[in-house]
């Protein structure tokens, strides 16, 4: 891998190009105070965990019962979380959406889980997992606490096998891995396509078990609609049980968010249908920052659409690019012919064109883009779906020759049986087509190191905070964090926070409780008395047109503004328009959804302002105007290098958004260099 | 295609239930059978009325959360998901019949909606392995033999989905049961429980009122993920060995 010292700042990068006027930057935010995180301690970047634990206080154990803890969500980072601070002793409240904590979209992680173990002895270290994860996240991710990922990884996986699961395994009975993801050392823990499956059972199993404990008490089909916050602290939540539809409150003397991603704000994406982003934008809502919202990662093989009536889009293990060829055809008269009667001349395989040394393996953010560049030059393939042929070919012919029929169907028959189960087409025998899919998202709420919000008492894991990926996330990283932040360090940080609870009592009539509860019951009775023509879904579906159009693999300036002004008109039009039936009393899905694409469509509008703001190119968010001369991504490190963690500007009871103010926490390198990525 | 749809509507736990007959024109063959159920609740609504309550979230054959009984087969007529289900499987002028997962352990809720959490709680009666976090050895101190990790994991591919339960006779989960009992009884780490937890995770089962197995096999023939019939087996023998122990 070759790699540059990243070009001095051209004309277009940082501030020098953001226009003034009336207090507001580019028209729509505000300046606000610097940030830092304050809670990492000092010392080298290999001592600062240790020194972290040592220094939380205590709470001695016969303490903990009387002290609580509310989790929202429970996968990998919710559930590792409420398992382990049910087994140390405390009372725990896990929440979630879904009728089992067991279902929570964790479970459909394909690919694997990294861990510096070095079992396969080829160079690997908690070191080089840091630095593959920080370059690999092109610098915008936090230094302290990818390292920290790193660290903890190893555990992981001793924790994991002792719960059971079933890693694969080689003759020897010892674990296999391999590689993933374009890193160059195998350290990719997996079980078979299933690995998200097979850790969040293991994760669901230690929770139920501390729920026959009596330790954790677990509220499944109730979803979280407000934050209760007093005298500056996350207090609670208001909650909605959602086979009764009672309005309930909660209180603890702590929260923790640990609600995944808002990939659904392009309503089609690989989430799940239900995934969304309410807990945490009525956290930001009550104060918290929400930290690089731009951030998206789109994953590049994916199932294309097959036509309007899609509700969302599978994902296939990118494992596949270790075999696979990808290809479209050199001319856009050969696009309609079969891929099988296109003779090899004319096809262009243009990763492996472009990219000699890294070929079909470049990341995600690279694949993904080059992919829509060869559709936007009319060279997609398959069916048209509007004006637009939006596919690529995954060939396994070539493959299918080298290694059998039967060698493919070991290493990759169950991905290729759905892609035959979902299509219709069988990948045997005709090329596989894909194309980009909206797939996780880096931002999400601002934490500092112990895993806190800027609302003391409110803690955010998982995907739903935005600490550890940086502006790309690399494969089989995710697991790794939602189980790190789980298993290991909410359950220490948070025992820090906790040593000086109890916090005083609050009762459901403080006013700031009163306050929230009435504000759900307001939103419930609203959005069912509104009436009007549209349902959930077209609105839903109009602004995922609008984000993937304007804030999706290329965002331009112009684009954006476009996209700000056409989701403040769709969100107005929802508030009159929304068709919700039924009753609030009841299961009532139109009404949940209808609650969720609110949300989104607040958050639609904070996207395109981050991405706006950003006038460089970086991971899987690529600016326009922000290219080198053959069209590659350029980063900014001179006006750029920092979070943008954005201050909700309007009144948190209710209203519209107002101006939101940007707090920028510049990211200090000590332990890596910074370095321009190249996969050339 | 056009399509014929009787459906099982209910208002709720309570309320009596009905077939009623919807008809759909225009189905894609992409279409999965959640995304025509979509199809038909946006027409629904734009004509005033409740759309039709059915769980789903993944929709890609991995959560367990949907589950519909299609015209008699749980997940339709071929073995996957409900979600996984395309509308290819079906031709023009097709009847379905689209009920829910029905057993005295599943409750209803709404429309085709039923309540699962007894599944939990026979999970919660002992389908795990006590290991405390932070408590585990290093992972390769503990070898494990790669037939067993291999059966293991096919045992553990379970989704939780109940199609087992709804495709039985007697509405058993023993399918489920011998999923978890084998998943966790084939391993090294899950040896010190293996004999506590089928008794108890049987005891739970029969509180909960899920019927007795008498190996009709239709369990297997309903799953999706295509756990085999065996597990019952290796249940079966491990209830034994307990009881021969005197737990």
Same mark, same amino acid.
């Given at each position: 891998?070759?790699?540059?010292?990243?070009?001095?700042?051209?004309?277009?990068?940082?501030?020098?190009?953001?226009?003034?006027?009336?207090?507001?930057?580019?028209?729509?935010?505000?300046?606000?105070?610097?940030?830092?995180?304050?809670?990492?301690?000092?010392?080298?970047?290999?001592?600062?965990?240790?020194?972290?634990?040592?220094?939380?206080?205590?709470?001695?154990?016969?303490?903990?019962?009387?002290?609580?803890?509310?989790?929202?969500?429970?996968?990998?980072?919710?559930?590792?979380?409420?398992?382990?601070?049910?087994?140390?002793?405390?009372?725990?409240?896990?929440?979630?959406?879904?009728?089992?904590?067991?279902?929570?979209?964790?479970?459909?992680?394909?690919?694997?889980?990294?861990?510096?173990?070095?079992?396969?002895?080829?160079?690997?270290?908690?070191?080089?997992?840091?630095?593959?994860?920080?370059?690999?996240?092109?610098?915008?991710?936090?230094?302290?606490?990818?390292?920290?990922?790193?660290?903890?990884?190893?555990?992981?996986?001793?924790?994991?096998?002792?719960?059971?699961?079933?890693?694969?395994?080689?003759?020897?009975?010892?674990?296999?891995?391999?590689?993933?993801?374009?890193?160059?050392?195998?350290?990719?823990?997996?079980?078979?396509?299933?690995?998200?499956?097979?850790?969040?059972?293991?994760?669901?199993?230690?929770?139920?078990?501390?729920?026959?404990?009596?330790?954790?008490?677990?509220?499944?089909?109730?979803?979280?609609?407000?934050?209760?916050?007093?005298?500056?602290?996350?207090?609670?939540?208001?909650?909605?049980?959602?086979?009764?539809?009672?309005?309930?409150?909660?209180?603890?003397?702590?929260?923790?968010?640990?609600?995944?991603?808002?990939?659904?704000?392009?309503?089609?994406?690989?989430?799940?249908?239900?995934?969304?982003?309410?807990?945490?934008?009525?956290?930001?809502?009550?104060?918290?920052?929400?930290?690089?919202?731009?951030?998206?990662?789109?994953?590049?093989?994916?199932?294309?659409?097959?036509?309007?009536?899609?509700?969302?889009?599978?994902?296939?293990?990118?494992?596949?690019?270790?075999?696979?060829?990808?290809?479209?055809?050199?001319?856009?008269?050969?696009?309609?012919?079969?891929?099988?009667?296109?003779?090899?001349?004319?096809?262009?395989?243009?990763?492996?064109?472009?990219?000699?040394?890294?070929?079909?393996?470049?990341?995600?953010?690279?694949?993904?883009?080059?992919?829509?560049?060869?559709?936007?030059?009319?060279?997609?393939?398959?069916?048209?779906?509007?004006?637009?042929?939006?596919?690529?070919?995954?060939?396994?012919?070539?493959?299918?020759?080298?290694?059998?029929?039967?060698?493919?169907?070991?290493?990759?028959?169950?991905?290729?049986?759905?892609?035959?189960?979902?299509?219709?087409?069988? *990948?045997?025998?005709?090329?596989?087509?894909?194309?980009?899919?909206?797939?996780?998202?880096?931002?999400?709420?601002?934490?500092?190191?112990?895993?806190?919000?800027?609302? *003391?008492?409110?803690?955010?894991?998982?995907?739903?905070?935005?600490?550890?990926?940086?502006?790309?996330?690399?494969?089989?990283?995710?697991?790794?964090?939602?189980?790190?932040?789980?298993?290991?360090?909410?359950?220490?940080?948070?025992?820090?926070?906790?040593?000086?609870?109890?916090?005083?009592?609050?009762?459901?009539?403080?006013?700031?409780?009163?306050?929230?509860?009435?504000?759900?019951?307001?939103?419930?009775?609203?959005?069912?008395?509104?009436?009007?023509?549209?349902?959930?879904?077209?609105?839903?579906?109009?602004?995922?047109?609008?984000?993937?159009?304007?804030?999706?693999?290329?965002?331009?300036?112009?684009?954006?503004?476009?996209?700000?002004?056409?989701?403040?008109?769709?969100?107005?039009?929802?508030?009159?328009?929304?068709?919700?039936?039924?009753?609030?009393?009841?299961?009532?899905?139109?009404?949940?959804?209808?609650?969720?694409?609110?949300?989104?469509?607040?958050?639609?509008?904070?996207?395109?302002?981050?991405?706006?703001?950003?006038?460089?190119?970086?991971?899987?968010?690529?600016?326009?105007?922000?290219?080198?001369?053959?069209?590659?991504?350029?980063?900014?490190?001179?006006?750029?290098?920092?979070?943008?963690?954005?201050?909700?500007?309007?009144?948190?009871?209710?209203?519209?958004?107002?101006?939101?103010?940007?707090?920028?926490?510049?990211?200090?390198?000590?332990?890596?260099?910074?370095?321009?990525?190249?996969?050339? | 295609? $056009?399509?014929?749809? $009787?459906?099982?509507?209910?208002?709720?736990?309570?309320?009596?239930?009905?077939?009623?007959?919807?008809?759909?024109?225009?189905?894609?063959?992409?279409?999965?059978?959640?995304?025509?159920?979509?199809?038909?609740?946006?027409?629904?609504?734009?004509?005033?009325?409740?759309?039709?309550?059915?769980?789903?979230?993944?929709?890609?054959?991995?959560?367990?959360?949907?589950?519909?009984?299609?015209?008699?087969?749980?997940?339709? @007529?071929?073995?996957?998901?409900?979600?996984?289900?395309?509308?290819?499987?079906?031709?023009?002028?097709?009847?379905?019949?689209?009920?829910?997962?029905?057993?005295?352990?599943? @409750?209803?809720?709404?429309?085709?909606?039923?309540?699962?959490?007894?599944?939990?709680?026979?999970?919660?009666?002992?389908?795990?392995?006590?290991?405390?976090?932070?408590?585990?050895?290093?992972?390769?101190?503990?070898?494990?033999?790669?037939?067993?990790?291999?059966?293991?994991?096919?045992?553990?591919?379970?989704?939780?989905?109940?199609?087992?339960?709804?495709?039985?006779?007697?509405?058993?989960?023993?399918?489920?049961?011998?999923?978890?009992?084998?998943?966790?009884?084939?391993?090294?780490?899950?040896?010190?429980?293996?004999?506590?937890?089928?008794?108890?995770?049987?005891?739970?089962?029969?509180?909960?009122?899920?019927?007795?197995?008498?190996?009709?096999?239709?369990?297997?023939?309903?799953?999706?993920?295509?756990?085999?019939?065996?597990?019952?087996?290796?249940?079966?023998?491990?209830?034994?060995?307990?009881?021969?122990?005197?737990?």
């Amino acid at each position: 891998m070759s790699e540059t010292i990243p070009t001095p700042g051209t004309p277009l990068a940082a501030d020098a190009a953001a226009s003034v006027d009336g207090g507001l930057v580019h028209g729509l935010y505000r300046d606000g105070d610097k940030i830092a995180d304050t809670a990492a301690p000092a010392g080298p970047i290999d001592k600062k965990w240790t020194t972290r634990k040592f220094e939380a206080h205590l709470v001695n154990p016969a303490n903990r019962r009387k002290l609580s803890v509310i989790i929202v969500g429970t996968g990998l980072a919710g559930g590792a979380a409420a398992a382990t601070l049910g087994e140390a002793g405390y009372h725990v409240k896990s929440f979630c959406y879904q009728d089992s904590p067991r279902r929570a979209h964790s479970i459909a992680a394909q690919g694997g889980i990294n861990a510096a173990k070095n079992y396969k002895e080829d160079g690997d270290s908690t070191h080089r997992l840091f630095y593959d994860t920080v370059k690999g996240g092109d610098y915008r991710s936090r230094e302290t606490n990818v390292y920290r990922l790193a660290e903890v990884s190893a555990n992981i996986i001793d924790q994991c096998v002792a719960q059971g699961v079933p890693f694969a395994r080689e003759y020897g009975g010892l674990l296999d891995n391999r590689s993933f993801g374009g890193v160059q050392v195998s350290r990719t823990f997996y079980a078979r396509g299933q690995t998200g499956q097979q850790l969040l059972i293991g994760a669901y199993q230690a929770l139920e078990r501390q729920v026959a404990a009596g330790t954790v008490t677990s509220y499944t089909r109730h979803e979280m609609l407000e934050l209760v916050v007093v005298d500056g602290r996350a207090r609670g939540i208001i909650a909605r049980d959602m086979v009764t539809g009672e309005i309930q409150t909660h209180l603890a003397d702590v929260v923790v968010l640990a609600t995944g991603g808002y990939g659904n704000v392009f309503f089609l994406s690989t989430n799940a249908m239900g995934s969304n982003v309410t807990a945490g934008w009525r956290a930001h809502r009550k104060g918290a920052y929400f930290g690089n919202p731009c951030y998206t990662q789109i994953h590049p093989t994916c199932i294309p659409v097959s036509g309007d009536h899609q509700s969302k889009l599978t994902l296939m293990s990118e494992s596949l690019r270790n075999d696979g060829r990808i290809w479209v055809p050199k001319r856009r008269e050969d696009c309609e012919k079969d891929p099988r009667d296109i003779p090899e001349e004319d096809r262009d395989y243009y990763l492996e064109r472009i990219y000699p040394s890294f070929g079909n393996l470049v990341p995600r953010d690279i694949a993904s883009r080059q992919a829509k560049n060869v559709c936007d030059e009319g060279r997609g393939v398959g069916p048209k779906v509007g004006d637009f042929r939006r596919g690529v070919y995954l060939d396994f012919t070539d493959a299918l020759k080298r290694m059998s029929a039967e060698a493919v169907g070991e290493k990759y028959g169950n991905l290729l049986d759905m892609y035959h189960r979902i299509t219709g087409d069988n *990948p045997y025998e005709v090329p596989m087509r894909i194309y980009p899919a909206v797939h996780y998202t880096m931002g999400g709420l601002w934490v500092d190191y112990d895993l806190q919000s800027n609302v *003391p008492g409110l803690f955010v894991t998982g995907e739903a905070n935005f600490s550890d990926h940086g502006a790309n996330r690399l494969g089989a990283s995710a697991l790794m964090q939602g189980l790190a932040d789980g298993y290991f360090v909410l359950p220490n940080t948070i025992r820090d926070y906790l040593s000086h609870a109890p916090y005083p009592a609050v009762s459901e009539d403080h006013p700031a409780v009163v306050e929230a509860r009435d504000a759900v019951q307001r939103r419930v009775d609203t959005l069912l008395s509104i009436n009007g023509e549209r349902t959930v879904d077209s609105f839903h579906k109009e602004l995922g047109h609008i984000m993937w159009e304007y804030c999706g693999m290329e965002r331009s300036e112009e684009g954006l503004r476009k996209g700000i002004d056409l989701i403040r008109s769709l969100r107005a039009e929802f508030w009159r328009n929304v068709r919700v039936l039924g009753a609030a009393d009841t299961l009532n899905q139109s009404l949940e959804k209808a609650g969720r694409v609110a949300d989104f469509l607040e958050l639609g509008e904070l996207m395109c302002i981050d991405a706006l703001h950003r006038r460089e190119s970086c991971g899987g968010h690529f600016r326009a105007e922000s290219q080198t001369e053959d069209g590659e991504a350029l980063r900014h490190d001179d006006g750029y290098l920092y979070v943008a963690a954005w201050e909700f500007g309007g009144s948190p009871d209710g209203g519209d958004t107002g101006i939101p103010i940007l707090h920028k926490e510049d990211l200090v390198y000590q332990a890596i260099e910074l370095k321009q990525r190249s996969y050339k | 295609m $056009n399509l014929t749809l $009787n459906i099982w509507r209910q208002d709720g736990p309570e309320a009596p239930g009905r077939m009623v007959t919807y008809q759909l024109a225009d189905v894609s063959g992409d279409m999965s059978f959640l995304e025509m159920l979509d199809v038909l609740n946006e027409s629904l609504i734009t004509k005033g009325e409740e759309p039709i309550a059915f769980d789903s979230d993944c929709r890609e054959g991995i959560c367990g959360m949907c589950g519909l009984m299609i015209s008699g087969n749980a997940h339709g @007529p071929v073995t996957t998901t409900t979600c996984q289900l395309h509308m290819r499987e079906f031709h023009d002028g097709d009847s379905i019949t689209i009920e829910p997962w029905r057993a005295d352990a599943f @409750p209803m809720i709404k429309d085709l909606v039923v309540d699962r959490s007894s599944f939990d709680r026979i999970i919660q009666a002992g389908g795990f392995i006590s290991a405390n976090t932070g408590s585990a050895p290093e992972a390769h101190s503990v070898p494990v033999e790669k037939r067993k990790a291999d059966r293991a994991f096919e045992a553990a591919a379970c989704i939780g989905c109940g199609a087992c339960v709804a495709a039985c006779p007697n509405a058993s989960a023993m399918l489920f049961m011998g999923a978890k009992v084998t998943h966790l009884g084939e391993l090294p780490q899950g040896q010190p429980e293996r004999y506590a937890r089928v008794v108890k995770m049987v005891a739970q089962h029969d509180h909960e009122g899920f019927g007795g197995c008498t190996n009709t096999g239709a369990c297997a023939d309903a799953c999706p993920k295509e756990i085999p019939l065996d597990v019952i087996n290796t249940l079966n023998r491990d209830l034994r060995g307990a009881l021969g122990r005197g737990r």
